[in-house]
């Protein structure tokens, strides 16, 4: 399948509760085995947008994982749903899954059993279960700590690579964004709209707004986030 192949195309789209507008006019394309990231500040409607992308309202925390259920159980539950697979069928591809995010061996293991980073990954396991085209994700890197933020990034990279999925991710950590983004949009909370779409490396580089670039330097005076 070419790059350029579009996999989600969002022209015009306004967002709103009630009367209250949230964002208006977005433009842009999700290409094809691209990692697309929604950035910007705080409260300007990243999470909205990727639930409207979905059409599905944002799940619980935890990895969206059921406390009660093992990895296992959790991994297989959309393969119950929504296949004919044998129960041995769906033991081999839950095991199979759960390796690729590196956690074989741990099928019997209960979210409450392991470390955040973990249940990310048990999280993504599930997600790639029934084998989707296009995997979604809102601040995987949210209560990780540094390293297991960069663990997790460079395994969306690696699926990525590997099953060739589209990936769309929320996340406001310049870490991730500059790791694994290969193109994005930033939402202002100010003038409700899109106001940059692109790489982030290109804006960072060439962008003329104030607010984009602030945004992708933050903590660069103080010595902190280095772009390499």
């Given at each position: 399948?070419?790059?350029?192949?579009?996999?989600?195309?969002?022209?015009d789209?306004?967002?709103?509760?009630?009367?209250?507008?949230?964002?208006?006019?977005?433009?842009?394309?999700?290409?094809?085995?691209?990692?697309?990231?929604?950035?910007?500040?705080?409260?300007?409607?990243?999470?909205?947008?990727?639930?409207?992308?979905?059409g599905?309202?944002?799940?619980?925390?935890?990895?969206?994982?059921?406390?009660?259920?093992?990895?296992?159980?959790?991994?297989?539950?959309?393969?119950?749903?929504?296949?004919?697979?044998?129960?041995?069928?769906?033991?081999?591809?839950?095991?199979?899954?759960?390796?690729?995010?590196?956690?074989?061996?741990?099928?019997?293991?209960?979210?409450?059993?392991?470390?955040?980073?973990?249940?990310?990954?048990?999280?993504?396991?599930r997600?790639?279960?029934l084998?989707?085209?296009?995997?979604?994700?809102?601040?995987?890197?949210?209560?990780l700590?540094?390293?297991?933020?960069?663990?997790?990034?460079?395994?969306?990279?690696?699926?990525?690579?590997?099953?060739?999925?589209?990936?769309?991710?929320?996340?406001?950590?310049?870490?991730?964004?500059?790791?694994?983004?290969?193109?994005?949009?930033?939402?202002?909370?100010?003038?409700?709209?899109?106001?940059?779409?692109?790489?982030?490396?290109?804006?960072?580089?060439h962008?003329?707004?104030?607010?984009?670039?602030?945004?992708?330097?933050?903590?660069?005076?103080?010595?902190?986030?280095?772009?390499?």
């Amino acid at each position: 399948m070419s790059v350029t192949d579009a996999r989600i195309t969002v022209r015009d789209l306004d967002m709103r509760y009630g009367e209250r507008v949230i964002q208006r006019d977005l433009n842009f394309t999700v290409r094809a085995g691209e990692i697309f990231v929604i950035m910007g500040g705080s409260g300007c409607g990243k999470s909205t947008l990727l639930r409207h992308l979905i059409g599905l309202v944002h799940p619980a925390q935890s990895g969206a994982l059921w406390s009660s259920l093992t990895l296992a159980e959790n991994v297989g539950l959309p393969l119950g749903e929504y296949t004919r697979l044998t129960a041995a069928e769906i033991a081999e591809l839950v095991s199979l899954k759960l390796a690729l995010v590196g956690l074989a061996g741990f099928e019997e293991f209960y979210p409450s059993e392991i470390s955040g980073g973990m249940r990310k990954r048990a999280g993504l396991a599930r997600a790639m279960a029934l084998d989707p085209d296009i995997l979604f994700f809102d601040e995987p890197s949210a209560g990780l700590d540094p390293i297991s933020s960069k663990l997790l990034d460079d395994l969306i990279l690696e699926l990525r690579d590997s099953l060739g999925a589209t990936v769309v991710i929320v996340t406001h950590e310049l870490a991730s964004i500059f790791a694994i983004a290969g193109n994005c949009v930033f939402l202002d909370a100010e003038t409700k709209t899109m106001i940059a779409t692109g790489n982030p490396r290109d804006l960072l580089e060439h962008s003329a707004d104030p607010k984009v670039r602030r945004f992708l330097t933050r903590g660069e005076s103080d010595g902190g986030t280095q772009h390499g």
